[in-house]
């Protein structure tokens, strides 16, 4: 049984920083993409930053390149989303995820899967957490 559990959200000025860590239980897949997705109310989830499994390939959208690092400890299983100089755009709620396909890249990843497999596709493909608020202002 695999569950992501989240941690680190919160409210932060801008120009600053926050971590969020998200703990891996019982994932053990080789091959599957790991990741931090954000959502705002009436937009579509979007893909922040993605990692290989073993967390050694990463990409990030073009909003948080240069800003934003993902990192995944192997030891304790767990994905990190370092978040620097932090905009008011920033603000929404993160969720991490593990996603039973190949990465792709971040500016085309939900439309991708919403292409494949419908509307609101991340209700029922792969592994979420249950969210973190992030507020920026």
């Known amino acids: 049984h695999v569950q992501l559990v989240e941690s680190g959200g919160g409210s932060v000025q801008d120009g600053g920083s926050l971590t969020l860590s998200c703990e891996l239980k019982?994932?053990?897949?080789?091959?599957?993409?790991l990741g931090w997705w954000r959502q705002v109310p009436g937009k579509e989830r979007e893909a922040v930053a993605v990692?290989?499994?073993?967390?050694?390939?990463?990409s990030y959208a073009g909003s948080v390149q240069g800003r934003f690092t993902i990192s995944k400890n192997n030891d304790n299983n767990t994905l990190t989303l370092q978040m620097n100089s932090l905009k008011v755009e920033d603000t929404a709620m993160y969720y991490c995820?593990?996603?039973?396909?190949?990465?792709?890249?971040?500016?085309?990843?939900?439309?991708?899967?919403?292409?494949?497999?419908?509307?609101?596709?991340?209700?029922?493909?792969?592994?979420w957490g249950q969210g973190t608020q992030v507020t920026v202002s």
């Open positions: 019982g994932y053990t897949y080789s091959s599957y993409c």
């Open positions: 990692c290989s499994s073993d967390g050694t390939t990463t």
């Open positions: 995820a593990a996603l039973g396909t190949v990465c792709f890249e971040p500016h085309e990843f939900a439309s991708r899967m919403r292409r494949m497999y419908g509307d609101n596709w991340y209700r029922r493909f792969g592994y």
